[in-house]
């Protein structure tokens, strides 16, 4: 399983025209599940986005979580982070999970967030999104479990 985390000041996600989520300070997580992936990477996933401290404190830190920042989370389901571009040029998405079975464990993401006291919004599985992003620093984190 691998996110792509970047803390925002606003982003708006859009299919067909209409808008779907939007929120203001938080992280956008971009979430991509491999063909091999488990439910069991769903928990240390959740984990590291609820307590990944990379908004600032009063001093100027990255100190704080996205809830002690007051900020929303928004997942992206994104499969194209298992492209592979190592042989030509065009992406292989061989390593990416088959629909299906990465449906279930982006929600058991969401899930676990949620349980975690996170407002959590996101994307539409599957579709064609368009994502405004306004992002903050920039701060982008890569995390792979």
């Given at each position: 399983m691998?996110?792509?985390i970047q803390?925002v000041?606003h982003?708006k ?6 808008l779907?989520?939007e929120?203001?300070n ?5 979430l ?7 439910a ?7 984990k ?8 600032e404190?009063?001093?100027?830190k990255m100190?704080l979580s996205v809830?002690e ?6 997942l992206?389901?994104q ?6 571009c ?8 061989i390593?990416a999970?088959?629909p299906?079975a990465?449906?279930p464990l ?5 899930r676990?967030?949620s349980?975690?006291g996170?407002?959590v ?7 064609d999104?368009?994502i ?7 701060v982008?984190?890569l995390?792979?479990c």
């Open positions: 691998r996110a792509v803390r000041g982003t996600l859009s299919v067909e025209g209409r779907i989520a929120i203001e938080g992280l956008v997580v971009y991509g599940v491999g063909a091999d992936d488990t069991a990477q769903c928990a240390p996933m959740a590291k986005i609820a307590q990944l401290r990379i908004f404190d009063a001093g100027g100190n809830q920042a007051g900020g929303e989370v928004l992206v389901s499969f194209t982070l298992y492209g592979d190592r042989h030509g040029n065009r992406p292989s998405f390593a999970a088959r299906e990465a449906e982006y929600e058991e993401v969401i676990l967030l349980e975690r996170l407002r919004k996101k994307g539409v599985f599957g579709a999104m368009k405004e992003q306004y992002n903050d620093g920039p982008t984190v995390f792979e």
